[in-house]
């Protein structure tokens, strides 16, 4: 499979159809893979694809685009996703951007690795779906996948210029509901100890938002002053009001990659709170993030008849 | 030379505040029993912590307009013991301590927190992958540098434990003195760590190589495509001290703070015109490498800022490797 | 704080057109109402951003309600529309969190219903008066140091 990625990413840079190839190389920590930019075609041979490939890279390509270059990139599904959010939120067009789409089995986050394998300095590591193993220890790759690709509804993607490999499908709505159904069957005062607890711990690093595709804005609400919507402390309110703000403009726009959660040095947990929110969207809107194109999304437009049970 | 449980030397501190990383995460909080000082598991936050809070008051005023309305907070100057440090950690605080105390200014907060503390720095007879401590001369894993009690891990109970300031010994003894067989064992934790070391970054004549490469986008361009600007670098590095100064105010009392700030952050540099003097990841990422391996050495003397303690290698989301980074300048260089 | 002696403090965001005006009829013709509201006029419930709701309660109000022109009678045609489904988003998150869902209240009232404005007030105020003082998320004193 990775020779027909590196095939078609060879080619595109070949013919100038693309100035750099946005996808993942080898990276020179235990369990990374680095986001690697390619603009030679015989470059082509750094990218690889295996469960390490964490991060979304649609914000990459958002980046690159405005800055004047045509660009391509190895996409998975929520990869393919949040391009298409940006399209429908007119970032840019879909001409300037050609997608390798690749189906994906899911992802491993680096940090539940390290804490299964330990100290593992200078030994190789190998991955696949199969299993990850580092010299003789070995666990199987499905015991670890990020918690995002658990409940992955597209992990075909569902734009792409070029598809590489067997469609797979994704899990059902009641698969991908259970986190949040589950976080909802815990009564109000659990869930917001809960939430106090570990929206607490925030350290105000920002990771989240700079890993988010979908998080743009020139001035985020946290760096405004004037008006100062929150302080930038460790008050408990202000951390929850951080949280509280971003998943609040992520709503209907979110596709649930699961990096914010993935880079959170806290381990913050967002998959059932995202996942909440995305369904509520689908049950109130009728809306996916990221796979219309040509309608806003959901806190952007309306109906006439939108439902209105809580207002008095 | 004395040795000692955790419990034990715990014990030493009775009547003192003692910091130490807790919990899952390994936040720098207080402890009131030796129990609940974690075991490393997953990324820590540095020390820093305990001497830089993420959040601290520099003063409460009542009258935005009267500055004689200006009450200090409260800062503890009793002694109080940080437990958990590394050889890197002490040697950063040391670094920091450069900044703000050397010159017509201190910083009052910094000086005072860390001329109360007792500074308990554990030898690492195993570093993390990442760790390049070796590579930067007079550092090592056992390192005794900016330590008041120096300690190395003999098995996984005990400790020995070794005074290396008047303040730090005059806390220990109480404890026992060490036998010749756990001062053998000491030794060969000693060597374990040293012979394990990454010593293969080059330091030697960095800040030169890396200053020769300042407009070169072909040096930077590999790393700052990447380069997400989340700033979780700056949090997690222990010698990172740059902050942001914010004004809060709770109906007619005001506080002012400060919080950390990352040269990371797009709005880091942005003036009040408008313009901003590092306006790409590109300038921002570019900031971070040369400060820690090139300015700060042309501009205070003989370290660098950079103490090679490894969180950076290890957080980094997108793999931005500052061993690379140097290994690459100096192959360029020559 | 004497529980019995708190009186709950609700900050109503009312846009001009209608709810401010529907408040207004009702001072005129003397509908009482319980006077725990203050009323901060708005040109559009769209103009409510869901931020002043959250910082309104992190500085100690104990309640917030938030109230427009009735959908399709709005003076800027779609305002209302806008904040219908960012008021649906908001709920729906402080509702997952596990955040008191009396505190948070939104209405439709014309210029016309000074007696839906004495209702709606009545309401909102027995419903923050039975969940008590805010406690949770609010910003009573400084973050204490190390």
Redesign the interface.
């Known amino acids: 499979m990775i020779e027909k990625i590196r095939e078609i990413a060879k080619n595109w840079l070949a013919e100038g159809k693309v100035d750099v190839v946005i996808g993942f190389g080898e990276g020179t920590t235990p369990f990374s893979a680095k986001p690697i930019f390619i603009t030679k075609p015989d470059d082509v041979e750094k990218l690889i694809w295996n469960p390490l490939c964490r991060l979304n890279l649609a914000g990459y390509v958002r980046r690159e685009i405005l800055a004047g270059r045509k660009v391509g990139v190895v996409a998975k599904g929520c990869d393919s996703r949040s391009i298409g959010l940006l399209l429908a939120e007119k970032q840019f067009d879909r001409k300037d951007v050609s997608i390798i789409g690749v189906p994906c089995q899911g992802m491993v986050d680096r940090k539940t690795l390290m804490k299964k394998f330990g100290n593992v300095n200078g030994e190789k590591v190998s991955a696949d779906w199969n299993s990850i193993s580092v010299g003789d220890k070995s666990i199987s790759t499905e015991e670890v996948l990020s918690n995002a690709c658990r409940i992955c509804r597209y992990p075909t993607p569902v734009h792409y210029d070029e598809l590489v490999g067997e469609k797979i499908e994704g899990v059902s709505i009641e698969e991908h509901d259970k986190p949040a159904v589950e976080m909802l069957e815990k009564n109000r005062e659990d869930r917001w100890k809960f939430y106090t607890e570990h929206f607490g711990r925030c350290i105000r690093c920002y990771a989240c938002r700079q890993a988010c595709p979908t998080c743009y804005c020139d001035e985020c609400f946290v760096d405004s002053n004037d008006p100062k919507w929150l302080e930038k402390g460790q008050h408990p309110t202000d951390l929850m009001l951080w949280n509280l703000g971003r998943i609040y403009h992520q709503v209907g726009r979110c596709v649930e990659c699961g990096s914010c959660e993935s880079v959170c040095p806290m381990d913050i947990p967002f998959t059932e709170i995202l996942a909440g929110m995305s369904k509520r969207v689908r049950e109130l809107y009728d809306y996916e993030s990221g796979i219309a194109v040509d309608e806003p999304p959901p806190l952007q437009t309306f109906k006439t008849d939108d439902p209105q049970e809580f207002i008095m | 030379m004395k040795v000692a449980t955790k419990k034990e030397l715990f014990d030493c501190f009775s009547g003192m505040k003692v910091?130490a990383p807790v919990g899952?995460?390994l936040?720098f909080a207080?402890v009131s029993s030796a129990d609940e000082i974690a075991s490393p598991?997953?990324?820590p936050?540095s020390p820093k912590?305990?001497f830089i809070?993420?959040?601290?008051?520099l003063f409460?005023y009542d009258n935005p307009d009267d500055p004689t309305s200006i009450v200090e907070?409260e800062i503890d100057e009793k002694p109080f013991v940080v437990w958990g440090m590394h050889p890197c950690d002490a040697k950063a605080m040391e670094l920091i301590g450069k900044v703000y105390s050397e010159g017509n200014y201190t910083d009052g907060y910094f000086v005072r927190r860390y001329n109360a503390s007792v500074k308990v720095v554990i030898g690492c007879p195993?570093?993390?992958?990442?760790c390049f401590c070796g590579s930067f001369e007079g550092m090592g894993p056992f390192s005794k540098s900016g330590s008041d009690i120096f300690l190395i891990p003999l098995d996984d109970e005990r400790f020995l434990v070794e005074g290396t300031t008047e303040k730090g010994e005059n806390l220990i003894t109480s404890l026992p003195d060490a036998t010749d067989e756990d001062v053998a064992k000491g030794e060969a934790q000693k060597k374990k760590g040293e012979d394990?070391i990454d010593r293969s970054v080059p330091t030697e004549n960095i800040e030169n190589s890396m200053q020769a490469l300042f407009d070169s986008e072909e040096f930077w361009g590999d790393i700052y495509?990447?380069c997400?600007?989340?700033?979780?670098c700056t949090?997690?590095c222990p010698s990172c001290y740059c902050f942001?100064i914010?004004d809060?105010r709770?109906g007619d009392?005001y506080?002012r703070?400060r919080?950390?700030d990352?040269c990371q952050?797009g709005?880091f540099t942005l003036e009040a015109s408008g313009h901003n003097p590092r306006p790409t990841q590109k300038e921002r990422i570019r900031q971070r490498m040369m400060h820690k391996l090139s300015f700060f050495k042309l501009r205070y003397g003989d370290e660098h800022l950079c103490v090679g303690c490894g969180r950076c290698?290890?957080?980094?989301?997108?793999?931005?490797?500052i061993?690379?980074v140097a290994k690459r300048a100096e192959a360029l260089a020559k | 704080m004497d529980e019995k002696e708190w009186k709950p403090k609700i900050l109503a965001f009312l846009c001009n057109w209608c709810s401010y005006a529907g408040a207004d009829l009702a001072g005129v013709s003397r509908f009482q109402y319980p006077p725990n509201i203050r009323v901060v006029r708005v040109p559009c419930s769209a103009r409510v951003n869901p931020m002043f709701v959250l910082k309104a309660l992190q500085s100690g109000i104990d309640g917030v309600l938030v109230s427009g022109c009735h959908p399709g009678d709005c003076h800027y045609i779609t305002g209302n529309y806008y904040a219908r489904r960012k008021f649906t988003a908001l709920k729906e998150l402080l509702d997952f969190v596990g955040y008191d869902d009396k505190r948070v209240n939104f209405s439709w009232v014309s210029a016309a219903e000074g007696g839906k404005f004495q209702k709606v007030v009545t309401e909102v105020t027995n419903r923050v008066k039975s969940v008590g003082p805010i406690k949770n998320f609010v910003k009573k004193d400084f973050q204490e140091q190390i």
Request: charged share 25%; with cysteine; glycine share 8%.
């Open positions: 910091f899952k995460n936040r207080e598991e997953s990324i936050l912590e305990a809070p993420q959040d601290e008051t409460f907070p195993v570093p993390h992958p990442g394990a495509h990447r997400m600007g989340c700033g979780m949090y997690v942001d914010q809060e709770i009392k506080r703070y919080v950390w990352s952050f709005l290698v290890a957080i980094c989301p997108v793999g931005i490797d061993r690379d």
